[in-house]
Every structure is written in structure tokens, then in C-alpha cells.
């Protein structure tokens, strides 16, 4: 038998009551209530921003012929990648049979819930008329019009809403049970109420787990291909154009790689201090921390690849804008971006060769912070440097991010964080019926029942 | 003791393997509408009461098959009859450009498909059971496991099911009122 991936012996009901009294009786910390109400403070400030782009457009921001797509999109694109590593550890995971996915799979579903939902505001807000949006759905409108079938733009409306909306279900269907524990265990009339609706009646009889373990299992069949396909489709928003940078087969595999990468950066950031907060020590062990950061470091390799086959695709086709774009990276206007990006995404994941790296919980903290802003880098470079020197020279341009930009980047992660923040007050952080079951076969294997 | 008959007959268990015990022996003795009770997928309960998950994977096959087609159709439609657009000479029936959105509402009606179906065979949303009255019953969803005879089973004897739920060494046994 390999090493039990939970620490210490925990029967069902103190690993319940350890979960469930996290929501339903233990009080929010000092350093809970400061970071919730801060990033309330951020969530206002990016509302107000928002209101103040509708009132006066997208001229607020460093957006202009030529680089017409900035921050907004490569947010959007950051995002996107940072919610598939939910999905990977939910569906794939469940599917391979990994035990260690159960202490993480809700925290990082949520994750993936909020993160896909502030990179579905970006493109939006880009739009310019946000309110027209709409028009990329099929809906009987009066001018007989169609959405444009063969535009990437309109594929990634279809992956990005099936995306959220198979992610909820599957998140939701996980919850019924640990919804039930909390309608049962919760004191006040109001929280069993809210508890008792969302549980929908959930008994946790033999017939209704046959068929809930089967439905579970297919939205994991399901939500597997989506892992691969939603990033797939973002990166045919680029591949598909001719400019020099985008046009490239590599990109969806690259992309689906990078969004792995970010989004195992983004549980860990999660669940380290979250680890710490609610001293899950032994739920969320030295194991988990390991496991993820192998899957970062295979993730950093296959995207390691990605910048070199662009490179070695530049020359070996030999086309002019594709070698100028490439030098560019190198040495023109964006190159710190480029070399930080290299140093973030490529040089200092090597550092999770050692075991001893990938078990220390600080480090791997800051590493994966800074992986985090490494990929977005990616997708600043990506959207902003293959725009800025295309074919005419007389056509070149520097994209300048404005203070707005900046606003809008940092309100979305102040957003997501307070989004988060509520969530781990209000429901279960980690699934209670899932552990049970982990920790059932655990103490069977281990010592006497 | 038959003053109003009760709902079933229900007997508690600390663990697990005490519970796909006591479903093996009823389900033995012939009982059909034994219902077990447990806070999470117990290995081995569903085969000891020859539960089978039922229309579960037909309903997200259908969902997927009407998704897929419904899509391509949707799109061919668009392209085809009600508004070609003629873009450089391409042809207006472009199939794979319409891949992946098919695709898209392929994945999105299975997923609702399996999700409606699962809640129509378990009877969710229903907010009450008569087991909720059962002593202690909102432990089922902690750390307690029960078995539930219904008295609307056709073996169903008031006597017979207590001595033989008594058999069982449970830890309590208790009417369920209906």
C-alpha cells in the first residue's frame, strides 16, 4: 500500500465536524474579515470602474489600432486557463482514480467557477457595447440575422457558457450530500431552511447513491473533454488570424498546458493558506502539495516546449514576419516581459526537480505566485506583441497600458478573492461525503475498523 | 400493535460493514423495498440490495446525440438555407467550422440529461420522507448507517421483520411513522 494520503486516523464524524464547523459555528478570524472587506473594497472599486467604461468606452483603456486587443482579452484568456485546473482535478482525476483529488476537488471547482466567471465579464466589457452582447447567441431577433458560425469569437460564447454551466452542475451535484450534513447539523432556522432547499431532500439512501455516483461519474466523462476543448477554442481566437505570433498549430495544445499550469498555481495559492487558516493539516497534506506541484512542473515542461517550437517553427518555416515577430520578443519593446516570463514559467519550476521543494509549503507558495504572474506575462505577450509589429511598419504601434487597465486587472482578482472568501464561509470547503468515504477505506486498509 | 400501520421498520448501525451485512440478510430473506441508509457510497450496498443505477446513461446519451445533431442542424440551417452569406467562395455548408459548437451542446444536453435524469430517479426535489421522523436520523448524513423495512412490502410482518432486524445485533430499532 502507498502512503495514506490523509494524516491521523479520522472517523466520519470528526472529519465531518471538522468540515461543517467551519460554516455552520466556528467564528471568522481577524485576518478573514480584513481580507474579506478589502477585497469587497476591490469588488466596489471594479464595479464603479465598469459603470465608467459602459458611460465612456474602451478608449479608457491603452487599447488602439494596432493593438487593439490589451489586457482585457489576455485577462480573459488568463482567467479561462486558471479555472481548468478545477475541472482537471474534479473530472480527470475522479476518472484515474486519484485519491488525493478529494481533500481539493471542491475548493478548486469554486475556483473554476469564479475564475470562468470573470474571464466571461472581459470579453464583454470589450465589446464596447456590453449590453448588446446577446447577439452571439441564436435567438429569433427581427432582422432575420444569424451569429457568424465560422468565427472563433462565436465558438468561444458556445465553449465558454457550456463551460461554466457543466461546471456549476457538477459542482452542485457534488454538494447535495454535504448539503444534507449541514441541513441536519445547522442550529438556526434560517441556515437549515437555505440548507434543506439546496440538499433538495437528500436522504442518502442506497438507490439514490447507486444513481447519484453514476450521474457524478458521466459529468466527469463529460466535463473531461472540456478540459481540453474550452482552451482549445480560446487559442483558435488567435490561431486563426494570420498575424505573425498567432498563427500557429501549436497554440491549442500550448494553451491547454499553460491553463493547467496557472490553474495548479492558482490551488496552490489557494490552499496553502486556506490549509493554514482553517488548520486542515491533516486533510491537505505534504502529499497533495506534492502531487501538484509534479503536475506544475510537467505542465511548466509542456509549455517550455510551446515557446520553443515557436521559435524553432519561426526559422525552420522562414517566414520574414514570423523571424521579426520572434527577434522582436527577444530584444524589442516587450523583451522584459519575455525574459520574466522564461524566468517565472521555465527557470524557477525547475526548482520542483528536488522533492524537498515540492513538500515545502512557503516555497511553493511563492513559486506559485510567481507562476501565476508568469502566465499572465504569456498572455499579455501573446495578445499584445504579435499585434504591435504585423506586416507594415507604417502600421506599428506601442500598446501603454493605462491606469484603468490596470484597475480592471487587479478589481477582477480583488473580485474572484472576495468571491472566494464568502464561499468558504458558506459552504464546505472540502466535500464531506468524499472524505468519509477516503477516510472509510483508509482506516480499513490501516488498523482495526 | 397495528393501531395505524407505520411506514417501515428501521434499524440503526455504527459502521459500514454492519450495514451491507444486515442489506445482504433482509434482501436474503426476501425482503424488496429494503432501504439502506448511509452517509456516503458504501462499497458493496447497491450489489447487497441488487440496486442498479437505471436510465441514468441512456438519458445522457440522448442528451448528447440531440445536442450534437440539434447543433450541426442548427448551424447548417443558418448557413445553408436562411442566410448564406457567400464569403470569398467558400462553401456555405463549411462543416468544420460548425465542429465546435456541435461539440459545445453536445457536452452541455449530456451533462443536463444525466442531471435530470439522476434527480427523476431518486424522486429529487421532494423535501420530505417519512425517515426524517426516524430517532436520530440526522445522523445518516455523519456517521450513523440505517435500514429501513418498508411495511409496504408484500413479505412485510411486523413481527417477523423485528425479530429479524433484531438478528442483526443493531444498535436500536424503531418505528417509522408514515
Known sequence: MTTPVLRGHWGYAAITDKIADEVLTRRPGLLWRLSFWSTFAGMLVFAAATVHLLRTGVGIW?????????????NCVWWIGIGHAGTFISAVLLLLRQKWRTSINRFAEAMTLFAATMAAIFPLLHLGRAWKFYWLAPYPDTMGLWPQWRSPLVWDFFAIATYIIVSFMFWY?????????????????VKRLVFALGALGWCGEARQWVHYEKAYLLLAGLATPLVVSVHSVVSLDFAIGNTPGYHSTIFPPYFVAGALFSGFAMVLTIAIPLRRAFGLHDLITEVHLDHAAKVMLATSTLVAYGYLSEIFMAFYGGDRYDIAITTDRWVGAYAPVYWAMLGCNVLLPQLLWWRRCRRSAVLLLGLSLLINLGMWMERVLIVVSSLHRDFVPSAWGLFIPTAWDWLFLLGSICTF????LAFIRVLPAISMAEMRELGHEQNAVGAAP | MSRTAPWGLMAEFAGAEALVAAARAVHAAGYQRAEAYAPFAVEGLDEALALRPRGIAAAC???TVVGALGGYFMQWYANVISYPVDIGGRPPHSWPMFVPVSFSLAVLLGAVGALIAMLWRVG??????????????????RNRFFLCLRSDDPVFDPDQARVLLDSLAPMRISEVAS
Open chain 2, 124 to 141: 429529487l426535489p421532494g423535501l420530505y420522507h417519512p425517515v426524517f421522523n426516524a430517532p436520530d436520523f440526522d445522523l445518516a448524513t
Open chain 2, 61 to 63: 446519451l440522448i442528451g
Open chain 1, 417 to 420: 478573492a472576495w468571491l472566494f
Open chain 1, 173 to 189: 451535484v457534488g454538494l447535495i450530500p454535504d448539503l444534507a450534513t449541514l441541513r441536519d447539523r445547522a442550529t438556526g432556522r
Open chain 1, 62 to 74: 491603452g487599447v488602439n489600432v494596432p493593438v487593439a486587443w490589451g489586457f482585457a482579452i489576455a
